[in-house]
C-alpha cells in the first residue's frame, strides 16, 4: 500500500470492463473506518488486510469509502417507489417491534436504525462477517433507487414487494409455509390459508387491507354467535327457574287444598 496521504488522489478502477477514473480527499483512516462499517465481504476483506494492499486493491478502498461518503441526491419532490415499504417497516418499530425483516423469494429486507435504507441478503448465500458467518449482503435500497449491485431477479422481487408488501408477504407465506415478517412456521390453519398470522400483520400496520377486515369480520361473526349461544342459554334456564317455580307453587297449592 502506498505511504498515507491526505491531500486529494486521483484514482483509476475497471468496472464492468468500463474504466473509470475518481477523486478521494479521504485520508487511510477515514477509508478504512468507512470500510469496516460495510457489510460487503469484498469491503471486509478490505478492511482486515489494509496495510498490506496492493495498488489495485487500494484504489477500490478509496473506490468503495468515496461512494459510501458521498450524499445521495434524492428528488424530493418525485413519489418514492418504495415508500410502502418503507411504510411497513415504520409501523411495525412504531409498535415497537424488534428485529425488523421482511422476507420475500429468496431475500431478507431489512432497514438501518434510521429508516433511510432497506438491507437486502441472501436466503441462501452466506458471507464471514464480524460475528461470524451471516447472510451474504447483496445490496441495498433507498426512498429514491436501488442499488444497482442487486441482479436483475433481485430487484424483480423488490420492485413487487415494494408495489404492494402485505399481497407480498402473503405469497412468501403460502409458498414457503414461514410467516414473511417473523420467519416462523405458519401452523395456525387459518394463518395458513392466508399466508400470514394475525399479529405480524397487525405489527405491520396491514388491518386496513381487504383481506385482514376479511378476517377481522370472521373473528367478530365467531365471538358473536358464542355471545348469541351463551344468551339462549341464559333464556332456557330462566324459562326452566320459573318453570321448576310454577310447578312447585302449584303443587303447594294443591296440598293445600287437600
Known sequence: MPATITATQTFTVTVKGEVVTFTSTLSDSQVLQTLRGMRSSFAQ????????????????A???AVYNTQPQKVDNTQPSEFEALFNAFEAAKAKGAKRLTLRFEGINVKPNRDLTALWVTSQTEKEQGNYGLQPKYLGKVTRQQIDSRLSDDVQQTIMLAA????????RYGKVSGECSCCGRELTDPQSIERGIGPICATKFGWWCNWDCRRWLALSACTSLIYCLIDVSC???????WLFMREFVTNSWIRELSV
Not at 408495489?163 to 402473503?170: R, T, V
Open 62 to 64: 478509496h473506490k468503495l
Open 163 to 170: 408495489n404492494d408488501p402485505l399481497n407480498a408477504a402473503i
Open 234 to 240: 341464559i333464556i332456557i334456564c330462566v324459562n326452566s
Open 45 to 60: 476483506d478490505l478492511a482486515a488486510k489494509f496495510n498490506r494492499l496492493s495498488e489495485k486493491q487500494y484504489a477500490w
